[in-house]
DNA sequence: CTGAAAGCGCTTACAG
DNA sequence: CTGAAAGCGCTTACAG
């Protein structure tokens, strides 16, 4: 493989001038440029990693902790995964993927063995096991997700608080008065999971500043459970003339069949909004209006603020993306 | 952050002493290797990574090739990115991700810059652009996943062959005679996909050696297209009493809802088997007999193929995993 | 069982 | 606009 040097010999020059010419750090003669890049091109030489790691500052690498809960929904998770990848690249680095427990170890790994320039944390919660290890790493990290305490962090999320708001205001303006919310299984709320507990709680101050009547279920994925949700929500809810939902999409088709054998049309007898969802809904039936969560705009976000903390600029920022709403025809006033 | 400099000063030994006595390239006496010990657990000592690429012979960092389809399937798809990572700690590797095109252009990145030492390639088409890459690259590379022409590579798979004749076989032994099979969306054949491809043409060699009828369809992941493909399965094979899925989990449960609501009972009125699948089948209402999709142990070999190349062993090989059977009581024999 | 030293292939002050 | 040289922090023959 050819080296530095190799290139400076065939274009004549030395190995400094090679690397100021590849790097762009000094200005360099236009007749001397050519033969680099003729020689360059001509030997098939790209920097040795390794060397450049150790001579340089800079690794040209990236962490993504991405750790695996059973209770992930990979759809979502694959999304974020493949915005970072691609945003890095995009600033000349590529990504090296930490999973389970690894997500936690892994960090300390990599950052005293100057592997990386930075750290994305994926999948962040509120009360989240990786927050105490960065917040005394000295890297530039950025979180995707809202911990708790995020004193001395940059984080990136949606404004999930925004998104609840926004829902509710919507189907509020609509005139209608009991709007059900169906959320995730039960187990990720314990877990203290950061987006769906967010969500919730939004959505109930918001209905209580609108002063619309609500009930929140969490049923397991599955036919079932759904549907004793779904039973719940018409009890608790006598008026019940709109749903909320804030879960994966089998649930969403699941929900959607059982109103159809209901004989429940969508939007005359029952509006139905589809809250931060990863997924397009528009492949449902009907599509469904939606509030999207975007995975690929936040996890691009997470990069750039990393990006700009190597550049030098770091000063913890909470950015919350703002939330969308986008009409499918899936909710009416009420007549 | 402390060098070997600073260790070996602490132990009071050379940086020789203390780069054999960490690598256990060489015998070390007890009392030197204690100080040793000592002396990188009080300084927090780790190798610089880039050093360590730069003079040695490893860089401890794999190429993971995992392109995303927009019909990628992402549980499966992650299933294979967990396994493969958490293999490679095993091996103290670290796993770097290529993502979209860059699955291509990034592994001769990759490797010009000796980054990495490794390449395992996910999700390998039958006709893929990365085979004549890497058959030109002078690394370890293992393909999950088994193209066209294996010449010269080394592979390992499902036995999706095998699999899709012990499907038939299972079910012609309970006296079924014709046999309908619920596949992936059209496109996914049409790309050329690989798994689907094999169980499709595996099953019809299968079904005429066993001497049963079948009948294919390949319906979109929602409700209506669904019910027209178990209509065309049911218009085609008018004594169906078995069907076969190799699909993906939202069609799953379509199809059981579907059948469900056509009052037939499993496995009394038509045994179902779940084909090739990578989640779980017993979460299914009625949970299904199942020949798994086996990810973990898959994406696990295709590291340790890898690691056998590193060590010096290169044969080519092509590895088959053999499919198991699980039987939850979703399939019956003919009465 | 241990050490002195060369060398891996770059980047970047220093000098002109 | 360009070059000679130091140095990044390791690994590994070479030597004893």
Redesign the interface.
């Known amino acids: 493989?050819a080296t530095i040097h190799d290139v400076a010999r065939a274009a004549g020059v030395s190995i400094s001038t090679v690397s100021y010419a590849l790097s762009g750090k000094r200005a360099i003669g236009a007749a001397t440029r050519d033969r680099i890049d003729a020689a360059v091109a001509q030997l098939?030489y790209?920097?040795?990693?390794?060397?450049?790691?150790?001579a340089g500052s800079r690794?040209n690498?990236l962490a993504?902790s991405a750790p695996?809960h059973a209770d992930t929904y990979?759809?979502a998770?694959?999304t974020f995964?493949?915005a970072i990848?691609?945003a890095a690249?995009e600033f000349d680095y590529?990504?090296?993927?930490?999973?389970?427990d690894?997500a936690v170890n892994?960090l300390r790994?990599?950052v005293?063995?100057?592997?990386v320039d930075g750290i994305v944390l994926l999948d962040v919660d509120r009360d989240d096991s990786r927050v105490p290890l960065v917040r005394e790493l000295d890297i530039p990290v950025t979180l995707v997700g809202i911990p708790a305490d995020t004193t001395g962090l940059t984080c990136v999320d949606l404004d999930f608080e925004a998104a609840a708001r926004l829902s509710v205001e919507r189907l509020a303006a609509q005139g209608h008065r009991q709007i059900g919310l169906i959320g995730h299984p039960e187990e990720l709320y314990a877990r203290g999971s950061n987006f769906p507990i967010r969500f919730r709680d939004a959505f109930a101050a918001a209905a209580a500043e609108f002063g619309v009547g609500t009930h929140f279920v969490m049923p397991e994925?599955?036919?079932?459970s759904v549907r004793v949700a779904l039973e719940e929500l018409r009890r608790e809810l006598p008026g019940l003339s709109a749903i909320v939902l804030n879960c994966n999409?089998?649930v969403h088709?699941?929900a959607l069949?059982l109103l159809r054998q209901d004989g429940a049309s969508i939007p005359q007898d029952m509006s139905v909004l589809s809250a931060c969802s990863s997924f397009p809904t528009d492949?449902?039936?009907p599509p469904l209006d939606v509030i999207p969560l975007p995975a690929l705009i936040t996890g691009r976000r997470g990069v750039e603020l990393t990006m700009n903390q190597l550049g030098g600029y770091s000063e913890p920022v909470v950015e919350l993306v703002p939330p969308a709403y986008i009409a499918k025809g899936s909710t009416a006033s009420v007549t």
């Open positions: 493989m098939g790209r920097p040795n990693a390794g060397a450049r790691m150790l690794t690498l993504l695996l990979a759809p998770h694959m995964v493949l990848a691609e690249r590529d990504t090296v993927l930490l999973v389970q690894e892994g790994r990599m005293s063995s100057k592997l994925q599955e036919p079932v999409e089998p088709t699941m069949e492949q449902l039936d």
